[in-house]
Each structure stands twice: as structure tokens, then as C-alpha cells.
């Protein structure tokens, strides 16, 4: 089970940290990821960590603002957003899955969305 918490409302240049609650099974099995869904978009890959832990990817459009992290002890996965742009405005999930992708269809498990909005 995963549940996503931290969206809300920030100014563009902004800074915001996403978190993810693990718990169940999955919790050190998958790997991890954050996707986004703007209105009328489909769901794109924003951040992934590997489950060996030490490999990340980023999507272009966040790489170097954003950093994917996962606190093991206590099984929270955080997506810290830094330099936040209004095209940054969207619901964001966290997922977890068996295969080191970037698309939906690789990942089984997901938390509801949590809502970021970026004001220009």
C-alpha cells in the first residue's frame, strides 16, 4: 500500500517536498517511482529509484531541480522538488513495481495522487 502526502500550492522558483508511505510486502521488493498527471495529459515518468538503491533516473523536464529519495527505515519515499515551474502543476503518484521502466504499465502499485500547483 502506498500513500502519497505534501502537494499544495507554491510559487514558481518554489520548493516542495512529496512523501510516500510504504508499507505491506512491497516495501523493500520494487523498485520505486513519482509520475504526474496535468488536466487533459496523460501520466508521465517523473523520478524512479532503483530497489538496489543506489541507481535514480530523472525525466529531462525535472533533472536537476528534482530529487527522488527513500528513507528505508521508516519506508517513505520523497520526491524533493526545487526551482518549481507552473508546467510543474499536476497530480503526482508514487508507485511501486517489479520492472525498472518509465512507463505506467511498469508498475503495479499505486498511492493516490497529491495535488501540486505551481503559481506564476
Known amino acids: 500500500q502506498l500513500q502519497a502526502s505534501g502537494g499544495g500550492l507554491v510559487q514558481a522558483g518554489g520548493s516542495l517536498r512529496l512523501s510516500c508511505a510504504a508499507s505491506?510486502?512491497?516495501?523493500?521488493?520494487?523498485?520505486y517511482a513519482w509520475f504526474r498527471q496535468a488536466p487533459g495529459k496523460e501520466r508521465e515518468f517523473v523520478a524512479g529509484r532503483h530497489v538496489n538503491g543506489r541507481e535514480t533516473r530523472y525525466a529531462d523536464s525535472v533533472e536537476g531541480r528534482f530529487t527522488i529519495s527513500k528513507l528505508n527505515a521508516k519506508s517513505i519515499l520523497y520526491l524533493e522538488m526545487s526551482s518549481l515551474k507552473p508546467e510543474d502543476t499536476a497530480n503526482y503518484y508514487c508507485?511501486?513495481?517489479?520492472?525498472?521502466?518509465?512507463?505506467?504499465?511498469?508498475?503495479?502499485?499505486w498511492g493516490q495522487g497529491t495535488l501540486v500547483t505551481v503559481s506564476s
Open positions: 505491506g510486502r512491497i516495501v523493500n521488493l520494487y523498485h
Open positions: 508507485a511501486a513495481g517489479g520492472l525498472w521502466g518509465t512507463t505506467p504499465q511498469d508498475f503495479g502499485y
